[in-house]
């Protein structure tokens, strides 16, 4: 009875030997998956950027120089080129922030006219009349779909108009009406529009928007703008 006990006991010691043997002989677990973290695109932050485009509109030039005489429209189109300065604060999916950009601008037109003085012709004079620089100082309020960026914006903006007259063969209005042939102004008036941004990277966007420019000075001019640009933002992810 005592040799079969530890006949029993030295069988079960050898098959747990036996089972630890060949549990070490098993490859390794694999370590449990671990899902990637997906951080959300960060718009928040100080940015500068370039932009350039195409403007298209209408100036009246005669008003540039003086008020007497009954109101044209001129047509005039160019490109834009300009930077960019703004800054935005994210949350949740809305983007709030605040931009100004200064553009150099070859916007110009010319045309033949005929000035009056209600309703009285004074002779026909060529006009060519042109927009250099616009500058705006705009709010920005956007929707993020995480790296996409769809916004809309609206402020002030300046602009510097010029303008320059000739006489027409026949004509007499040139000179010898007007004072002057030539003049400038600054326009204040406003710009409203919107776009959409593009995250390239967590520091680097790219934007495509429309802008509309209407002056409310002495001085009537209204234009459209799209213009496309690159931004370079310092914060994000």
Known sequence: MKMASLSAAAASALLLVSANANAADLPPRPAAYAAPVVTAYNWTGL??????????????????????????????????????????????????????????????????????????????????????WVATARARVGYAFDNILLYGTGGLAVLGAKTSLSVVPGGAACGAILTSCAGASRQIGAALGGGVEYGITPNLSAKVEYLYVSAVSLTASSHGEVRAGVNYRFGGN
């Open 47 to 132: 940015y500068l950027g370039l932009n350039g485009g195409w403007g298209w509109g209408q100036q009246d030039p005669l008003n540039i120089i003086t008020n007497r005489f009954d109101n044209f429209s001129v047509g005039f189109s160019g490109g834009v080129f300009g930077g960019t300065l703004g800054a935005q604060i994210q949350a949740g999916h809305v983007v709030l922030g605040f931009e100004s950009d200064i553009d150099w601008a070859n916007l110009k037109g010319s045309a033949t006219l005929n000035p009056s003085v209600g309703g009285g012709l004074l002779g026909l004079v060529s006009a060519t009349t042109s927009i250099d």
